[in-house]
């Protein structure tokens, strides 16, 4: 029954064209997949997506959210998915545990080049907005730390596209300045359990500040 179950969630996703593709290495190495959710499941996981009013990324059990989406997250962090990027990658993951986080809106800030934390092995990121929501906010796997134009990818932040990469001291990344709503899924698998519970705990203290916070002093603190 569970498989049963496992297996009409995976219809959501095209794990087929994400077997089969090539993995780039340039600038490190990475594999993008352009609609890898299929068009027949985008509504009723887009309707189904969490409500979010701020910026930054929230621990996947801060958020509600319907069955569509649940069961999407489901097959992002399953065994078929984690057995295909082990695989693309050369990396052992089976030990490793899963952290996902939702982003639902985007502050001028967030692009900035990056490379992502030490304790993240692998970076999933999948898009679901429209292609004019955030047509501007196209994320680049960058050569270097320093030029944002100096990119070997990009990708649109639209339409279920699917991005993953393995992390390392050169993975650099970014994307244009853009303020509004731009969607995303981040699925990690991590070192251990500990990166786990540090962000859990990392989004409790922010979200309790930000409720002490009157609108007039968090409109005070913009400016």
């Known amino acids: 029954m569970a498989d049963t179950i496992q297996a009409e969630r995976d219809e959501m996703l095209d794990f087929e064209r994400l077997d089969s593709a090539e993995i780039a290495n340039e600038p490190f190495p990475h594999v993008i997949i352009p609609g890898f959710v299929r068009r027949e499941a985008r509504a009723a996981i887009e309707s189904d997506f969490p409500a979010i009013a701020r910026s930054g990324s929230f621990p996947l059990g801060s958020l509600s959210f319907g069955p569509a989406f649940a069961g999407m997250i489901d097959s992002l962090s399953a065994k078929r998915m984690r ?34 934390s030490t304790s993240k092995l692998v970076t999933m990121l999948l898009y679901i907005n429209k292609s004019w929501e955030c047509a501007s906010a196209r994320l680049r796997l960058l050569r270097s730390a320093h030029d944002l134009e100096d990119f ?27 303020r509004g709503q731009r969607r995303v899924i981040q699925v990690n698998w991590v070192t251990d359990e500990t990166v786990v519970a540090r962000e859990q705990a990392r989004h409790r203290v922010s979200a309790f500040f930000k409720r002490l916070l009157s609108p007039a002093k968090a409109h005070a603190a913009q400016h």
């Open 83 to 116: 057995t295909i990027v082990e695989r693309k990658f050369d990396l052992d993951l089976e030990s490793k545990p899963v952290m996902v986080t939702v982003r639902g809106m985007c502050a001028k800030r967030d692009g900035q080049i990056h490379t992502d």
């Open 152 to 178: 070997a990818a990009e990708i649109p932040a639209e339409e279920g596209t699917l991005v993953i990469f393995r992390n390392g001291p050169k993975a650099w990344h970014g994307f244009a300045p853009f």
